[in-house]
Nanobody, 116 residues
Framework: QVQLVESGGGLVQPGGSLRLSCAAS????????MSWYRQAPGKERELVAA????????NYADSVKGRFTISRDNAKNTVLLQMNSLKPEDTAVYYC?????????WGQGTQVTVSS
């Protein structure tokens, strides 16, 4: 079955960096676009970044452009989110997502807290 397992979250000071990782299994990873979403308390889940199946195309939410970078390693079935210049408003649970055979699959999420 499809599994997505996020890791790399934690507590970081404003201006700091974190790298999130999502390990995928149960589907043909190299054939599917992948995306990162986040959900802050009391807010709707929102798209943060997405990457095409081969990694040649990416897009980002305006709020993270220039600070976050999405990448993937198809040999390791992993998608990464490098987050730099973090702000308190980046605090959220971060999820990776894939659509496979008509269904959407989400990981369990990883908490990112930006606070001094």
């Amino acid at each position: 079955q499809v599994q997505l397992v996020e890791s790399g979250g934690g507590l970081v000071q404003p201006g700091g960096s974190l790298r999130l990782s999502c390990a995928a299994s149960g589907f043909t990873f190299s054939s599917k676009p992948m995306s990162w979403y986040r959900q802050a308390p009391g807010k709707e889940r929102e798209l943060v970044a997405a990457i095409s199946s081969a990694g040649g195309s990416t897009n980002y939410a305006d709020s993270v452009k220039g600070r976050f970078t999405i990448s993937r390693d198809n040999a390791k079935n992993t998608v990464l989110l490098q987050m730099n210049s973090l702000k308190p408003e980046d605090t959220a649970v971060y999820y990776c997502k894939v659509s496979w055979r008509g269904n959407m699959y989400w990981g369990q999420g990883t908490q990112v807290t930006v606070s001094s």
